[in-house]
Each structure stands twice: as C-alpha cells, then as structure tokens.
C-alpha cells in the first residue's frame, strides 16, 4: 500500500498562497508522473537546470518542495514540466497525487546555479538517476530549440525499465538524428521480474562510467560532465572523474538532497 492510499490530509482549495495551476498530468507509473504546473499571471523566465517550488496549503500551512524544471523556457504555454517520483510517507508528493487538474499551486523561484556554460562546443555527458534526468531534457530542449544543439551523452540509471522517463524522446532523438544524441539507460536490478525484457547494461549509472568514456574515446580535451539525482551517486561519478584527470571545473553537479539528508519516507525521491 503506498502512502497515497492512506494520506488524509486537507488540501486547501483556496489558499492566498496559490499563485498557479495544475494544468496537466502524465502517470508513468504508479510512483512516478510528469505534472505541468501555470503561473495565473506571467510566466517567470528561467536558465535550464534551475528549479522552482510548487506546493498546496495544507492545515493552514504551505507544503512545498523544489523541482527542477523539465521543460524549456521557451515553452511556457501549457505550464512548467515536473518529473516528480512518488515518496511513501513523504510530507509533499503525497498531496501532490490526489491533485486533480486545475486545482490551485504556489510556485516560487527560479533559483539554482546548475545551467548551461556558454557557448561550450564539447560533448556533454549528463549523468542522472531516476527523476535527476529532468533539467537535462530541459537543457536539450532549449538548445534544440535555438538551432544550437549539443553534442551530447545521456546515461541513465534506475532501477527497472519501467522507469526510464523520456525514453522515447531521447531514443527518438538518437535514432533520427534530430538531436546529436547517444542515450545509454541502465537498470540496476537487472534479476528482477519487472526487468525480464531488458537487454541493455545493468548496474548502477556510477559503475558504468568509467566504461562509457573507455568505449567513446571522451577525454579531458573535448567533453564536459553534468551529474544530477542521489548524492551518493554524483560523489562516486566525480571520483571518477577525477581519477580520469578531469578538473572541477569540468564536473557540474546538482545534489537533489544534502548527503545524509534524504526526503522523508521509505523511497528515494528518484
């Protein structure tokens, strides 16, 4: 039974804290799902990689938790894009569930470092687990957009196939050469049930790096790296990196919780 089941705490219809709108909803799975959230008045401008903070009143009180920002900002029409994962017990995603489509959100920001150097024609690698692959599809977007697309590989690690959000759109992009693309998923419980079909690597994304850069011949000189999801992850990726003689400067990370300081629940948050 997931906390969504057993969650009964008020959600505010009105509240002066509502300054947007659910306007759509996707579910991947039972656990995760992409929400599209719109200011009532003008839309806020933001760099891809930054983040924003949705939430609901509840018990008189703003419930809320940052996001990155899937979407591009020149897409702001239908809303900003969140790819949020369900956390049993957590104190917001399980307000977050039983909202239906036009019910009334706070959302705050921008704020966040994590974004796009300049002008940067090296191959980026973005690194991710679970939901920590949203401003990565954010960043592609926008250059795609712009007519200046990056070359770039994507390495994602999750647990079972099933998880792998924007798989379509990047394998799409990798197949049509629409965006310079090479997407390589991993799951890491390969022996489960749920992975009977999967064919691609296994093992956690941190335990392939170092094979990935062997077999595509990236180097010091001509790529830079981005790591977004558990702090776990993005420390043993920057050890390897390092190991590699790849300096700071050229390791961008995002933590999507302090190390030590994981959401509330029995679930990672990614």
């Known amino acids: ?22 306007t759509r909803r996707v579910d991947q799975t039972e656990s995760l799902a ?11 401008a933001f760099e ?5 903070t949705i939430g609901v009143e509840s018990n008189g009180k703003l419930v809320q938790r940052p996001y990155s920002v899937a979407s591009s900002p020149r897409e702001t029409a239908d809303g ?3 790819y949020v994962r369900l956390v049993n017990g957590g104190t917001f995603t399980p307000l977050l569930w039983r909202l239906p489509e036009g019910h009334g959100m706070s959302m705050k920001g921008p704020k966040g470092k994590f974004v796009l150097e300049p002008q940067d024609d090296r191959t980026h690698v973005y690194i991710s687990t679970g939901t920590g692959i949203a401003p990565f599809v954010s960043m592609m977007q926008t250059t795609r957009i712009d007519g200046d697309p990056r070359r770039t590989v994507v390495l994602h690690g999750v647990s079972y196939e099933s998880d792998l959000g924007y798989r379509e759109l990047l394998e ?3 197949a049509s050469g629409e965006y310079p693309t090479v997407y390589i998923a991993t799951v890491s419980r390969p022996n489960a049930p749920e992975n ?3 064919t691609g690597r296994a093992g956690r994304v941190e335990a392939i790096v170092d094979d990935v850069y062997d077999e595509l011949g990236l180097t010091t000189d001509d790529s830079i790296a981005y790591i977004c999801g558990n702090p776990d992850m993005i420390l043993a990726v920057e050890q390897t990196l390092l190991a590699r003689g790849f300096p700071e400067p050229q390791i961008k990370k995002e933590l999507y919780w302090p190390k030590g300081k994981e959401p509330r629940g029995t679930t990672a948050a990614l």
Do not use: C, K
Not at 34 to 44: D, H, K, L, M, N
Not at 48 to 52: A, D, E, T, V
């Open 34 to 44: 992409f929400f599209w959230v719109a200011y009532t008045g003008e839309p806020v």
């Open 48 to 52: 891809p990689g930054q983040y924003l």
């Open 1 to 22: 039974m997931t906390e969504l089941a057993v969650d009964d705490r008020p959600i505010a219809p009105e509240s002066a804290f509502y300054n947007a709108v659910l």
């Open 172 to 174: 799409g992009w990798q």
């Open 80 to 82: 900003y894009e969140f």
């Open 196 to 198: 009977a079909g999967w």
